[in-house]
C-alpha cells in the first residue's frame, strides 16, 4: 500500500510516521520493509536523530494479522524474522532514536518502541506484550536489558497491560511532561532542534552506543 510510512528530513533530523490509522499502524509486511529502508537509509544522509511516531489513535498495534490463517509457514516465519532485523537496525543505528509513543501499543510495537534510545509515551499509554501466548518473543535481550532481567520475565510472562507511568517505572519511557495540546502526539508538532536539545539533555549519545548484541 502507497503512503504506509511518511519519511520527512529537516536538517539532522529524520522522522518516520506509521500512516495505517484504520489499523492502528499494525505491522504489514510492505511497512516493515519500508521502516527497515528508511531506517538503512538515515545511516547515510547525516542523520543524528530518528524520530518514530504514528498517525491515529494508537502509535503502532503490532504484527498484522491480516490474512493470518492463509499465510504459510514459511511466509510467517520470514515476516517474524524482518521485524526482527527492523528492530535490530533500530536498536543498533549510528544516530539517537526516539519514540514517540501513544494510544494502545502491542506486541512488536511495544518492541520497537523498547529498540529506541529515547522512549517518551503520552499520558494515558498503554502497553501489552502477549508474545508467549502465541509462542513467540521478540527481543527479549533489550528488554531485559532495559528494565530488568526479572520484571522483563513477568510483563512477557504475564502479558499484563501497563501504562504510561508504569512504563516509566519499568524504565521503557523517558520521563518528560507533555503539554495538555500534545499529548495525543507526544510532542508531535515540536521543532527538530528541540528534540535534538532533548536528547542531549537527556545524555542520549548522537553517536553508536554499546548495547547487547540483540
Known sequence: MDNELLRSHDGHVTRLTLNRPTKANALSAS???ALINAVEY???????????DGNGNHFCAGFDF?????????????RF????????????APYATLALAHG???????DIVCACSSRVAA?????RMPGLRFGLVL??????????????????ATSRTFDAAAALKLGRSASLRLPSSRRRGAGSSWSPGTWLRMCRC??????RASRPTN
Do not use: C, N, W
Not at 66 to 78: H, I, K, N, P, R
Not at 202 to 207: A, F, I, L, N, Y
Open 42 to 52: 538515515a545511516g547515510t544522509d547525516g542523520t543524528r536523530l530518528l524520530i518514530l
Open 139 to 156: 527481543g527479549t535481550r533489550r528488554l531485559a536489558h532495559r528494565i530488568g532481567a526479572d520484571a522483563a520475565r513477568d510483563v512477557l
Open 31 to 33: 511497512l516493515v520493509e
Open 81 to 92: 524474522v524482518r521485524i526482527e532485523h527492523l528492530l535490530q537496525r533500530i536498536y543498533h
Open 66 to 78: 491480516t490474512g493470518y490463517a492463509e499465510a504459510s509457514e514459511g511466509d510467517l516465519v520470514l
Open 202 to 207: 537527556s545524555g542520549t549519545s548522537m553517536q
Open 104 to 110: 494502545k501499543i502491542f506486541g512488536a510495537g511495544a
Open 123 to 127: 499520558p494515558g499509554t498503554t502497553f
